[in-house]
């Protein structure tokens, strides 16, 4: 799995002194302008200062501090990768499942295909454990889009015990997904 976020280029905020809120790093190097990039990024460092004006007393267990500080907020992997499914894995990875399983067929070029690309990513991990999701680029496996009349894309196919359950057409919010899944959990 690549890294997301490699390094980042944090400019200091004029609202606060500098020395009230910090990014906290592993390592870090100096950039030309003068901002700092870091390269591993662990999150936002909150100044004992500021925490006793805006939160009063409330206490914070060991787990968040670090330095001397409080952390904030901390960057997570928290992308879940939907794998692709192609003519060679399709009968193993779909038809062949023990479970339910969530196919979105999609195109690169496509706009409302990149839109619900994230809700397809949410269902993911929502229903892991329950239902397998999988995406199948309709230019690199035309076969099955044809096998499966898909027309118009994006559109998601749930399947299950081999056979194709519903359909659904276009980008669409993620409770008509889910009302979908939940019929065939």
């Known amino acids: 799995?690549?890294?997301?976020?490699?390094?980042?280029?944090?400019?200091?905020?004029?609202?606060?002194?500098?020395?009230?809120?910090?990014?906290?790093?592993?390592s870090s190097i100096?950039?030309?302008?003068g901002r700092r990039r870091l390269s591993q990024f662990r999150g936002l460092q909150l100044r004992h200062s500021l925490v006793t004006r805006s939160l009063g007393s409330v206490s914070f267990?060991?787990?968040g501090s670090r330095r001397g500080g409080l952390i904030v907020c901390e960057a997570q992997e928290t992308a879940v990768q939907v794998p692709a499914?192609?003519?060679?894995?399709?009968?193993?990875?779909?038809?062949?499942?023990?479970?339910?399983?969530?196919?979105?067929?999609?195109?690169?070029?496509?706009?409302?295909c990149r839109m619900i690309h994230p809700i397809i990513d949410d269902l993911a991990k929502q229903y892991a454990?329950?239902?397998k999701c999988y995406k199948v680029n309709t230019?690199?496996?035309?076969?099955?889009?044809?096998?499966?009349?898909?027309?118009?894309?994006?559109t998601v196919i749930i399947f299950k015990d081999g056979e194709k359950k519903d359909a659904i057409i276009g980008a669409v919010p993620k409770s008509t997904l889910t009302t979908s899944i939940e019929k065939f959990l």
């Open 1 to 26: 799995m690549a890294t997301v976020l490699e390094s980042l280029a944090v400019p200091r905020c004029s609202a606060l002194p500098s020395n009230t809120l910090s990014p906290v790093a592993a």
């Open 30 to 33: 100096s950039s030309p302008s």
């Open 61 to 63: 267990g060991s787990r």
């Open 85 to 112: 499914v192609t003519d060679a894995s399709w009968k193993s990875s779909v038809l062949e499942s023990d479970f339910p399983v969530l196919v979105e067929f999609w195109a690169p070029w496509c706009g409302p």
């Open 129 to 131: 454990g329950k239902l």
């Open 139 to 154: 230019d690199e496996s035309p076969s099955i889009a044809t096998q499966y009349g898909i027309r118009s894309i994006p």
